[in-house]
């Protein structure tokens, strides 16, 4: 009885395993106006060869994925290919998604390029990037910045992945490594969430910053792993309404907000919540930077809390000063108001005596600071963790190593980067 119920069970599993995989394979086939699984290799003839170019087939099944009135999946499978350059633009008549298994890598040549972009996301509307997959930039011959003078393509270096103008997209699972400039730029997005995104670079590639954020409103940055040469999550003019939940980083320059104040007509940066974040060897935890004299701009409502800093040599930093490469006026004052910022719960080591930094403009003074339970220690020749602030008062609470403000700061403060 017990074996003809599992005979009769085994078939009938057989059977629905028969059906759905005949589903599957007319999925498969894609096509026409019915959406479906589109696998570049499969139709398109793309070839994981590391030499033929991925652009074309690539291109052609986002026209077919695009123009789809349901639901389309574009699938690189695992392997590795070779891509010189790709703008993937909608508007879609569909969610999309671009499911990448394989590693895809850009030319070496830094002169290969005729624009500051890789693979660029743009104009979409329910997009979904996912599988896996290694986005390699091939930075290696880029960060020696040799011949930049004669061929003038180091001001103009491609970002490996752009995101312009998408609407409620996920960005999920999927690696960008050694890229020639940024990895990723987000650029006037609405509700775009990456998670499970990995950046990885050496410590020493020049401006490989992991994310940097724009005119963007409803951004989130959760458990992501950024190892770069530059600011692991930047955050520009105009950004609004950003989370950034687990993210682990370093090496790297932090995660900096700024500069500000450096161009006109610069959008207010409104509402950043940094959380349960972790910096290690980092030149910067939490940054705040903008340019002496300048523009104006404004700067509000900005939460760090549940940040483990371990040897970060500022780890917590409000610069109105930022000048490097002695590009400004550094004795007049920053036009950039900042107010409503908040620092709590924020431990660990500083690899610098000074561990808290809050140098505000004496024009615009910060307002409605507030430091909540702050225990960074620095051992060393050059003595305890310090604690410098000017033309601000915060609101001090809970334990506070090192003294709230109790260090006068220098005249002359160091530049940083
Ligand atoms: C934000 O985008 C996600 C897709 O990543 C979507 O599931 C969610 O509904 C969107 N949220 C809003 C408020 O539109
Ligand atoms: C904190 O970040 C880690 C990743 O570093 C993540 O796994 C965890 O879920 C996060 N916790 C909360 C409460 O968001
Ligand atoms: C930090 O630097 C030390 C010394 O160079 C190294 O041993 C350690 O692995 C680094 N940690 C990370 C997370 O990179
Ligand atoms: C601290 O970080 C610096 C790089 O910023 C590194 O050279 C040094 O070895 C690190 N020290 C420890 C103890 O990890
Ligand atoms: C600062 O916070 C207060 C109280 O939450 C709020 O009323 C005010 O509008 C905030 N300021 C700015 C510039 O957002």
Partial sequence: MAIQFNFVSSMLILLLLTISSAKAQKVSRGGGGGGGIIDVVAKFGAKADEKTDLSKPLLDAWKEACASTSPAKIVIPKGTYFLSTATLEGPCKAPIELQVEGTIKAPANPGAFKEPKWIAFSKIENFKLSGGGVFDGQGTIAYKREGCGKNNFCGSLPINLRFDFLTNAMIQGVTTKDSK???????????????????????????????????????????????????????????????????????????????????????????????????????????????????????????????????????????????????????EESKVKLSNISFKNIHGTSALPEAVKIICSATLPCENVELANIEITHSGPTGPAVSQCSNVKPKVSGKQNPTACSTPVPANPTPTT
């Fill in 181 to 331: 400039q940024f990895h990723v730029n987000v650029l006037g997005c609405k509700n775009i969430t990456f998670e499970h995104f990995t950046v990885s670079a050496p410590g020493e590639s020049p401006n490989t910053d992991g994310i940097h954020i724009g005119r963007s409103d409803g951004v989130n940055v959760l458990n992501t792993e950024i190892k770069t040469g530059d600011d692991c999550v930047s955050i520009g003019d105009g950004s609004k309404n950003l989370v950034i939940n687990g993210v682990t980083c370093g090496p790297g320059h932090g995660i900096s907000i700024g500069s500000l104040g450096l161009f006109k007509n610069e959008e207010p940066v409104d509402g950043v919540t940094v959380k349960n974040c972790t910096l290690t060897n980092t030149s910067n935890g939490v940054r705040i930077k903008s340019w002496p004299g300048a523009e104006s701009g404004t700067c509000s409502n900005i939460h760090y809390e549940d940040i483990t800093v371990t040897n970060v040599s500022s780890p917590i930093i409000i610069d109105q000063k930022y000048c490097p490469w002695n590009k400004c006026k550094i004795n």
